[in-house]
């Protein structure tokens, strides 16, 4: 069974340029978390879908960044325009409907130059 | 909301000794807890998790203990090993009945390394 898979795994672009993170959940999988971690911080969430839905978008950081995931399939993350600060690995996790632990797929790095 | 405090953050022992690595959480509705390791330059992966209605877990050389009361839980790995060396994250998460887990809020992680 293929695992969370991420694209790119690295991505380095200017300030003001726009980057979109894809990823791919593990099939079956209703619920799908994009996490960032900055700087060797913790990594903390960014948002939750439940199928196509926004479950929980508490942890985005403002509005430049946008999360969709049509059909409930994968997902892609957008950051338009990119900032310094936005710098960070970004990671996509995946579970099942109920109970399930969640699988973390190996991240993007993205670099803000 | 949640908050998760981890530590040691760094956690040095030999091969075979025993490591402890604890977190405390503040939202006494967090009811699942999971641990992960992330080798460098790989992903966090899923070594163990418990939920709130049991107080302990095994899993060969990895257990994990929870204390609600206090509000803490622990991961303890025994007779370490080399490949044991990782950055290990604990988390804690709501589940709300009849759905699924909400969002992970992790701790800030601790390097582990064991020294041959």
């Known amino acids: 069974e293929a695992g969370v898979t991420q694209f790119p795994s690295h991505s380095v672009i200017e300030k003001g340029q726009t980057v979109t993170l894809r990823c791919d959940p593990i099939?079956?999988?209703?619920?799908l978390y994009w996490y960032r971690r900055v700087m060797g911080k913790e990594i903390k969430f960014l948002l939750h879908f439940v199928k196509e839905s926004k479950q929980d978008e508490s942890g985005m950081p403002n509005n430049r960044f946008l999360a969709e995931r049509t059909g409930g399939t994968y997902s892609t993350l957008k950051v338009q325009p990119a900032e310094l600060e936005d710098s960070g690995v970004y990671f996509c996790?995946?579970?099942?409907?109920?109970?399930?632990?969640?699988?973390f797929g190996q991240g993007t790095r993205l670099t803000v130059v | 909301g949640e908050n998760v405090e981890q530590h040691p953050s760094t956690l040095s022992v030999q091969e075979g000794d025993s490591a402890v690595i604890k977190c405390t959480y503040s939202?006494?509705?967090?009811?699942?807890f999971p641990w992960y390791k992330q080798e460098l330059g790989k992903r966090p992966q899923l070594i163990i998790d418990?939920?709130?209605?049991?107080g302990e877990k095994k899993d060969q050389r990895i257990a994990v203990t929870l204390n609600k009361t206090a509000k803490h839980f622990s991961l303890h790995i025994t007779e370490t090993q080399p490949e044991d060396s990782a950055v290990y994250f604990c988390?804690?998460?709501?589940?709300?009945?009849?759905?699924?887990?909400?969002?992970?809020?992790f701790g800030q992680g601790t390097i582990l390394t064991v020294h041959p």
């Open positions: 988390a804690a998460s709501i589940r709300a009945g009849g759905t699924s887990y909400g969002k992970l809020t």
């Open positions: 939202d006494s509705a967090s009811n699942y």
């Open positions: 996790a995946s579970s099942q409907g109920l109970g399930g632990g969640a699988f």
């Open positions: 418990i939920r709130s209605n049991v």
């Open positions: 099939s079956g999988h209703d619920n």
